[in-house]
């Protein structure tokens, strides 16, 4: 089984901050890796797929990059709206989760 | 628009059974991968199983393999989950997801459309 390994497991940040997710691979995933975020109570939200790519309506501050067994989401400037719970998740084989990031308010 | 709305949940003693129903509109569901995903109180992520868009093939999370069985009516445009030999760990809210691509490709890709999920609680 691949175990997939995000940190940190919370981050605080203020607003405008640049800050950066890494999502780790036991083994090669290729760019088989997407990213979530969530807030209390409400459904998973795709913002990147295979990688690199956003998905349709989430703005460009958000972005992946990574190949094989290490990823990164980053989002250039934080805004209110950014603050919830990450998730990386890859579907190289099966499927398996990342622990998830919370960001917080600094 | 997609949507998805789940049903189903509710309290169950350990050892018991639960079917969901997950009901899709706003989009072919016939073309889809269709996956369940749970989330223990407080608890991350964690993929369930998943079938593709003819049913005529299941992937299941160890944790649940020999226990729960999942299926589709592609002519009602419903997936379910039926849950048998439930435990304690099993409590969580259950969403189901529509796969983000239409390549049917063998256990799916990732999901860019989510019901709001319903709660199952396994407890005496």
């Known amino acids: 089984d691949i175990q997939m390994t995000q940190s940190p497991s919370t981050l605080s940040a203020s607003v405008g901050d640049r800050v950066s997710i890494t999502c780790r691979a036991s083994?090669?995933?290729?760019?088989?890796l997407a990213w979530y975020q969530q807030k209390p109570g409400k459904a998973p939200k795709v913002l990147i797929y295979?990688?690199?790519s956003l998905q349709s309506g989430v703005p460009s501050r958000f972005s992946g990059s990574g190949s094989g067994t290490e990823f990164t989401l980053t989002i250039s400037s934080l805004q209110p709206d950014d603050f919830a719970t990450y998730y990386c998740?890859?579907?190289?084989?099966?499927?398996?989760f990342g622990q998830g990031t919370k960001l917080e308010i600094k | 628009e997609v949507q998805l709305l789940e049903s189903g949940g509710g309290l169950v003693q350990p050892g018991g059974s639960l079917r969901l129903s997950c009901g899709a509109s706003?989009?072919?569901?016939?073309?889809?991968?269709m996956t369940w995903v749970r989330q223990a109180p407080g608890k991350g992520l964690e993929w369930v199983s998943t079938?593709?868009?003819?049913?005529?093939?299941?992937y299941y999370a160890d944790s649940v393999k020999g226990r729960f069985t999942i299926s589709r009516d592609n002519s009602r445009n419903t997936m379910f989950l039926q849950m048998n030999s439930l435990r304690a760990e099993d409590t969580a809210v259950y969403h189901c997801?529509?796969?983000?691509?239409?390549?049917?490709?063998?256990?799916?890709?990732?999901?860019?459309?989510w019901g709001q999920g319903t709660l199952v609680t396994v407890s005496s």
């Open positions: 997801a529509k796969d983000g691509t239409d390549t049917d490709y063998i256990w799916g890709t990732y999901w860019d459309h």
């Open positions: 083994q090669s995933i290729s760019r088989y």
């Open positions: 079938i593709r868009a003819s049913g005529d093939n299941t």
């Open positions: 998740q890859q579907y190289n084989d099966y499927h398996t």
């Open positions: 706003g989009f072919t569901f016939s073309a889809y991968v």
């Open positions: 295979k990688a690199s």
